[in-house]
């Protein structure tokens, strides 16, 4: 990495920390996932900044975002967008849908239907929306956090384990630190108003580099053992897939970027494999996923 990456995603993630107080762990998760060219799974209560961190990411990064709040009444279009009859060309216009943001926050999710989850859960795969027999594609710099309320269950359509997969983590923020929200009562919730502190172009150079990390033949064999122990556990009815192995070899990359490294160490490993996991092993009924995963992991890894 260049003295310039290095000073640039410092920049970046302290300027994050200032719009979301306490949680520079999830901030470093949360950025990973974007660099890595991933999409993020918040599964948390309402109220403990989950729009925060994706404005705070936006605006820090200079990029332009949209906020869906999925209803059960939403369709397809609603989000990918339509085509329109124009009488001034006398022909169909597509109108673009808040998909084509750089930065989307899916809110609550499972709230929406399985057809309206499937088309957006498919333009995040391909990166791309298809209308009228055209394509048209999905910004270069682009991530989709959606949101889960994991209390809620009335009128909700959980995602099917196929669509969960899509997600490269799945994080969760939890309360802040008495500090910080003392901090809130003093001085209010207001996101700040950032400057972006990065260009486009170096964003790129930033999601570019991401995919150049070196990674071990020792560190390679870490994840492999990881991903089969997922699939030969007992309690496990179905483990990690190959799109949930790359997973975490692309995040275990994008965590050694934030830690200014141009190479995986075994912690990186550590820090991502949780959330890498905890949204894509399919369990027994009646087992503590929290608790299985986290098993899992200290068995193989010790």
């Given at each position: 990495?260049s003295r310039?990456q290095?000073?640039?995603?410092?920049?970046?993630?302290?300027?994050i920390?200032?719009g979301?107080?306490?949680k520079p762990?999830?901030?470093?998760l949360?950025?990973a996932?974007?660099?890595?060219?991933?999409?993020?799974?918040?599964?948390d209560?309402?109220?403990v900044?989950k729009?925060?961190?994706?404005?705070?990411?936006?605006r820090?990064?200079?990029?332009?975002?949209?906020?869906?709040?999925m209803?059960?009444?939403?369709?397809?279009?609603d989000v990918?967008?339509?085509?329109?009859?124009?009488?001034g060309?006398?022909?169909?216009?597509f109108?673009?849908?808040p998909?084509?943001?750089?930065?989307?926050?899916?809110?609550?999710?499972n709230?929406?239907?399985?057809?309206?989850?499937?088309?957006?859960l498919e333009?995040?795969?391909e990166?791309?929306?298809?209308?009228d027999?055209?394509?048209y594609p999905?910004?270069?710099?682009?991530l989709?956090?959606?949101?889960?309320?994991p209390?809620?269950e009335?009128?909700v359509?959980?995602?099917p384990?196929?669509?969960?997969?899509?997600?490269?983590?799945?994080i969760t923020?939890?309360y802040?630190?008495?500090?910080?929200?003392?901090d809130?009562?003093t001085?209010?919730?207001a996101?700040?108003d950032f400057?972006?502190v990065?260009?486009?172009?170096e964003i790129?150079?930033?999601?570019?580099s991401?995919t150049?990390?070196?990674i071990s033949?020792?560190?390679?064999?870490?994840?492999?053992?990881?991903?089969?122990?997922?699939?030969?556990?007992?309690?496990?009815?179905?483990?990690?897939s190959?799109?949930?192995?790359?997973?975490m070899k692309s995040?275990?990359?994008?965590?050694a970027m934030?830690?200014q490294?141009?190479?995986?160490?075994?912690?990186?490993?550590?820090?991502?494999a949780?959330s890498?996991?905890?949204h894509?092993l399919?369990?027994h009924?009646?087992?503590d996923?929290?608790?299985?995963?986290?098993?899992?992991?200290?068995?193989?890894?010790?």
């Amino acid at each position: 990495m260049s003295r310039q990456q290095t000073e640039i995603i410092q920049t970046i993630l302290d300027t994050i920390n200032q719009g979301l107080l306490d949680k520079p762990f999830e901030i470093r998760l949360a950025l990973a996932s974007f660099l890595a060219g991933g999409h993020l799974l918040i599964q948390d209560i309402p109220g403990v900044g989950k729009t925060t961190l994706a404005l705070s990411m936006a605006r820090t990064l200079g990029l332009d975002f949209a906020r869906i709040q999925m209803t059960s009444d939403m369709l397809p279009g609603d989000v990918l967008g339509v085509s329109m009859f124009d009488p001034g060309i006398n022909e169909f216009r597509f109108h673009p849908g808040p998909i084509f943001h750089s930065i989307v926050l899916a809110d609550e999710i499972n709230r929406s239907s399985p057809r309206t989850q499937s088309a957006l859960l498919e333009a995040m795969a391909e990166k791309q929306v298809s209308a009228d027999g055209r394509t048209y594609p999905l910004p270069e710099a682009f991530l989709v956090i959606a949101t889960q309320n994991p209390l809620e269950e009335h009128g909700v359509n959980p995602l099917p384990d196929s669509q969960m997969d899509r997600f490269m983590m799945s994080i969760t923020l939890g309360y802040p630190g008495p500090g910080s929200e003392k901090d809130m009562l003093t001085r209010g919730l207001a996101v700040p108003d950032f400057e972006a502190v990065v260009s486009k172009e170096e964003i790129v150079s930033l999601r570019q580099s991401c995919t150049g990390v070196f990674i071990s033949d020792e560190i390679a064999l870490m994840i492999l053992e990881l991903t089969h122990a997922t699939r030969d556990h007992p309690e496990v009815r179905t483990g990690l897939s190959p799109r949930g192995m790359l997973a975490m070899k692309s995040s275990a990359q994008a965590c050694a970027m934030l830690e200014q490294r141009d190479y995986i160490i075994p912690q990186d490993l550590f820090n991502t494999a949780y959330s890498v996991m905890i949204h894509r092993l399919s369990l027994h009924p009646g087992k503590d996923r929290d608790l299985l995963v986290r098993k899992i992991i200290h068995e193989t890894w010790g």
